[in-house]
């Protein structure tokens, strides 16, 4: 039905995004951009790829001009699946990293590549490609698109669209974003430095589509955080929460650490859950992450789960010190030890992957009861609505 109702309704500017880490925020970035101009729609921030995209493509009406696709894949086949429904115009890459690549999904980086591959592949001769220079493997991906390409990253050399004066605040984002010879101020909500890619990525699709310059630099000032991906709330015992819990992978927690170092704090507390579906990846990517911390300005650093042993171990060996740093077997532990050193007006950074359910910490702090104490639960619903939980 859907790939009848797209047939039906040729008006349509199609807009696919894939990546291993940044799709959803780009995704949003995007659509609010194209909104300016066009009446647009987007795929769910919440449901599965396989379904989303249909029941997207269902919602058009025959006055929708705008149709923006986050195209995710974990499956070998499943981007021949989207693109025998759906052909974009425009193909987002937003960056590749080993996600999904154990035996269970794609089973290699190799494998990951070629899956997302497919997108740029499947381009015309006269649509566009939108890639993240910054990523090598992205970078290298050029090569699979018939389309014209645009890059854009921090390279000022090589890339169409690059950014500089980067400011990273509590209130958002500023930076200065150069397009040719013309340079725009761009201030965001989004909180981090790595979503000035996902600002660069929706400007070089709205220029695409012509929508009007001003008009592409209000509806990035409008962007905020979604929850669970870098938002700033209220913490426990009145400490700031920075809320980055609902994904995870070597690349997604090398930014958010990142952000957590450039943002004002009294003291900051990282918390650290497993990342999964990383397969041969698994100890390298978890001890990546160890070695960078030690490298930041973070005061305590607390993991969940027997795969963060590396990360530890890694953050010991490069100088992290052994008083401020602890290992916990559940969210129980975890709880324990933050009860014990986190205090008012403290940042705390949260991050683990989904099936992690990294906030059980925060309803134990809270007082809640929590009986379940899985590291890794398969249930996709937040934990508060879980049968299991009490």
Not at 144 to 151: D, L
Not at 236 to 244: F, R, S
Not at 264 to 285: C, N, Q, T, W, Y
């Amino acid at each position: 039905m859907a790939k009848i109702w797209l047939e039906l309704n040729p008006q349509l500017r199609i807009v696919g995004i894939t990546g291993s880490y940044g799709k959803t925020n780009t995704t949003v970035a995007i659509t609010k951009v194209l909104s300016q101009k066009y009446p647009a729609i987007q795929t769910d921030l919440n449901l599965d790829t396989i379904f989303n995209l249909p029941i997207t493509i269902l919602k058009v009406k025959p006055w929708t001009e705008a149709l923006v696709l986050e195209m995710g894949v974990d499956h070998p086949g499943e981007m021949d699946f989207h693109l025998n429904l759906v052909k974009p115009q425009i193909g987002v890459l937003t960056g590749i990293t080993p996600v999904h690549s154990d035996q269970e999904h794609l089973g290699s980086l190799e494998g990951i590549i070629e899956e997302k591959g497919k997108l740029l592949r499947s381009l015309p001769e006269d649509g566009l490609a939108v890639l993240n220079y910054d990523d090598e493997n992205v970078r290298k991906m050029a090569k699979f698109s018939r389309s014209p390409v645009i890059f854009y990253g921090q390279d000022k050399k090589n890339c169409q669209i690059w950014a500089d004066k980067i400011q990273v605040g509590l209130d958002g984002l500023k930076f200065e974003l150069h397009d040719g010879s013309k340079v725009y101020k761009i201030t965001t909500g989004l909180i981090g430095g790595h979503h000035v890619n996902t600002c660069m990525a929706a400007f070089a699709v709205g220029k695409f589509l012509e929508v009007p310059e001003e008009k592409i630099i209000f509806a990035l000032g409008k962007l905020n955080p979604l929850n669970g991906r870098l938002n700033i709330q209220k913490g426990p015992k009145n400490c700031l929460l920075l809320n980055d819990a609902l994904r995870a992978n070597p690349a997604s927690t090398a930014a958010g650490l990142i952000a957590l170092d450039e943002l004002p704090a009294k003291r900051k507390i990282a918390v650290l859950g497993e990342m999964g579906e990383l397969g041969d990846f698994s100890e390298k990517g978890h001890r990546q992450v160890g070695e960078q911390i030690a490298g930041l300005g973070i005061d305590y650093l607390v993991t969940v789960g027997p795969l963060t042993k590396f990360i530890v171990d890694s953050a010991l060996k490069r100088g992290f010190s052994s008083k401020k740093v602890f290992w916990t077997k559940d969210v129980k532990q975890a709880a324990e030890v933050l009860n014990k050193i986190l205090k008012k007006d403290d940042m705390l950074y949260l991050k683990g992957s989904l099936l992690r359910h990294m906030e059980r910490i925060l309803m134990i702090l809270e007082g809640k009861k929590v009986k379940c104490q899985e590291v890794s639960c398969h249930f996709y619903q937040p934990c508060e609505k879980c049968p299991n939980l009490k």
